[in-house]
């Protein structure tokens, strides 16, 4: 590893603070023709040595930092991160089998995404480096973990940004459904047809908040994708749950593990756009919960404009739908939506809807899905739950 990567001066404090990503703007020079996804070291531009990452000329983050400290064997690092994480998920979930097991930078593997479902392993791959080293990944999934099956879903959108292939890859094994647990509920995940890398695992703790509030209740699950909050309501003794998804496909998937779990409570499935349904409804029925736990609306900062409009009118239709005295569980997993973005387009919400609002709870990822307080990027969603004043 002799090819190095110089910073331009002062650029080296974002770095020394624990931040992961040198920018293309922030590179002083080159020492070396390094190609896409090899190793680089990184030095200030006083030539110390900061830490050595994954070089990426394609790509606005430039350098992904994976060691502040010189790599000798970079199996072996990838070999001891990964068991490390994976050990964390087995300290808060020692009896379940299915989690987020390697969350990118945020368990210093930057680039690499690790869903494990039993032994189900799927990937997603945003940065060269991992990309170059997939073989090496693979290979420690199956000696440590006895994998069955691996295989990439990548978002599209991630890999453009850093020039990689829009591909998906089976590097082992088939490309199966599974059924999994969630500590509480069963989910059949179906690969080829389910969103993301099948399953939501991030909003599994919330899951299990919502848990206190709705026996006995009325439920709305609006965008309830393979249906975790709201068969959670149903489990935990809710007296209905009406789940709504634009997605035929997600409904079919709901009646499914439904039936899996074997709930009597009453149900009802709608497919139908979420915006539409509670405008429609907003007027008559009115529920004791209502839950929102909408896609991203922000992909990037320009879209931040239409993103909080959008967030807005649909908590306000929501918050139209909720009983007095009920409850708004609601959700925003953009990055570039900030938490105090988030607030305050609750409380133009509420302001529109006439309904004043308690703020009894915020939380944001699952356990599984740790954070880097000196990167706000490994910090995306916010999870709130208000009581709804009459």
């Not at 899996?260 to 409570?265: A, F, Q, R, T, V």
Request: with cysteine.
């Amino acid at each position: 590893m002799s090819d190095k990567v110089f910073l331009k001066r002062n650029e080296d404090k974002r770095i020394f603070s624990g931040h992961l990503w040198v920018f293309s703007n922030e590179i002083l020079k080159l020492e070396g023709e390094p190609s896409n996804g090899d190793l680089v070291q990184v030095c200030n531009y006083r030539e110390d040595f900061i830490g050595c990452g994954f070089y990426n000329k394609n790509s606005l983050i430039a350098v992904r930092i994976i060691s502040f400290g010189l790599i000798d064997d970079l199996e072996v690092l990838f070999r001891q991160r990964i068991i490390s994480a994976n050990s964390l998920r087995k300290t808060f979930y020692p009896q379940r089998d299915s989690y987020r097991m390697v969350f990118s930078e945020s368990d210093f593997l930057p680039g690499l995404i690790i869903d494990k479902y039993n032994q189900t392993f799927v990937l997603q791959v945003y940065s060269f480096g991992m990309q170059k080293n997939i073989s090496t990944i693979v290979r420690i999934l199956k000696e440590e973990f006895n994998a069955e099956n691996i295989f990439s879903k990548n978002e599209n959108y991630f890999r453009q940004l850093e020039g990689l292939e829009e591909t998906n890859e089976i590097y082992f094994g088939n490309f199966l459904t599974e059924t999994i647990n969630d500590g509480s509920v069963n989910y059949k995940v179906n690969f080829e047809q389910s969103q993301k890398t099948g399953f939501y695992f991030d909003q599994s703790d919330n899951r299990f908040f919502i848990e206190q509030l709705v026996k006995g209740k009325k439920v709305l699950d609006c965008f309830c994708n393979s249906g975790g909050f709201g068969l959670h309501a149903a489990k935990a003794g809710a007296k209905s749950v009406t789940f709504v998804d634009s997605s035929s496909n997600e409904i079919k998937t709901v009646k499914e593990n439904y039936q899996l779990n074997g709930i009597e409570s009453e149900t009802e499935f709608i497919t139908d756009d979420v915006f539409d349904y509670l405008e429609r409804i907003s007027n008559g029925e009115k529920f004791d919960v209502v839950m929102i736990d909408p896609p991203a609306f922000a992909k990037n900062k320009k879209s931040i404009p239409a993103a909080k409009k959008g967030y807005e009118k649909l908590n306000r239709r929501a918050l139209k739908c909720t009983k007095p005295n009920g409850w708004l569980v609601t959700s925003s997993c953009s990055h570039h939506l900030t938490e105090s973005d988030f607030f305050s387009v609750i409380q133009s919400a509420s302001q529109k809807a006439v309904h004043q609002v308690q703020l009894i709870h915020f939380n944001g990822a699952s356990f599984d899905h740790p954070r880097l307080i000196s990167m706000p990027e490994t910090s995306y969603l916010k999870f709130a739950v208000f009581r709804v004043v009459d």
